[in-house]
């Protein structure tokens, strides 16, 4: 009789075939997710978006969804459970979503498309290089975390809004110096100060929405500030002129904007 046949054998193969039944019985997984909304934390942790980065709890995310994605799990939502907790409890302590103040920065190259299409593909890496060079160096000397790369733009959050400026500035001035094919880029900037949502690696919600329409709505070589990031600002270094014209699709309307540029 081999070991594969013998009746522990049998039994053990029978407990974990039981065990798989239930963990995958749709009454289980329900009562599981019911625990969860009573939980702390985010109740959808797991998603692909939650469970983005490469920290420690996000990775084990990922695993577990990866390795119970093909069938309902009880087992599946009981893990996220604990993740979703853990979660929870270190943006209370400030290492992740929570209630503390951001600047939100947005950046992105002035009619880049236009000028990408007639270059090609190699120019404008070597542009998107360069301009990585000299762009993102101030981004972390002031302390900013890159969110994510936008193509042709950065977002970038920060802890207090004059050091977004200052980095926004240099940035602006740093990349006068960069030349691919005769052509020199020109960055625009914007950025706005309030209370983004962190979902994994990423940041959601209408202060980033607005922070980027601020952006949109710079020309070349401008930095603009909203006027709630203005009042963390020290007015002897920054110079700032309000846009009494601003209008930006899907800002506030009463939303104050200004330039600025350095006293």
Not at 30 to 47: C, E, F, H, T
Not at 93 to 109: A, K, N, P, S, Y
Request: glycine share 10%; with cysteine; proline share 5%.
């Amino acid at each position: 009789m081999s070991a594969e046949s013998s009746p522990p054998a049998k039994r053990a193969r029978k407990t974990r075939e039981k065990l798989r039944e239930l963990d995958s019985q749709p009454s289980s997984v329900k009562v599981v997710r019911a625990l969860r909304s009573l939980l702390p934390g985010d109740q959808d942790y797991g998603d692909p978006l939650s469970t983005a980065g490469d920290e420690p709890s996000a990775l084990l995310g990922q695993r577990l969804s990866a390795l119970t994605a093909e069938r309902p799990s009880a087992m599946r939502e009981a893990g996220l459970s604990a993740l979703q907790v853990w979660q929870a409890l270190s943006e209370s302590q400030g290492r992740g979503r929570g209630e503390r103040e951001l600047t939100i920065l947005f950046t992105d190259l002035v009619e880049f498309s236009a000028w990408a299409l007639e270059a090609g593909d190699t120019m404008a890496v070597d542009l998107l290089r360069q301009v990585a060079h000299v762009v993102e160096p101030p981004m972390e000397d002031r302390g900013g975390k890159i969110v994510k790369r936008l193509g042709d733009g950065l977002m970038v959050v920060f802890d207090e809004p004059g050091d977004a400026v200052d980095a926004a500035l240099e940035a602006v001035t740093a990349i006068e110096g960069v030349d691919v094919g005769g052509h020199q880029p020109s960055l625009r900037a914007g950025l706005h100060t309030g209370r983004p949502r962190k979902v994994g690696r990423d940041y959601l919600g209408v202060d980033v929405n607005v922070a980027a329409r601020i952006a949109e709505a710079a020309g070349a070589g401008e930095v603009l500030v909203s006027g709630v990031a203005c009042e963390g600002l020290d007015e002897e270094r920054i110079t700032l002129k309000r846009k009494r014209r601003f209008k930006a699709k899907g800002a506030p309307s009463d939303l104050e904007v200004f330039a600025a540029s350095k006293s």
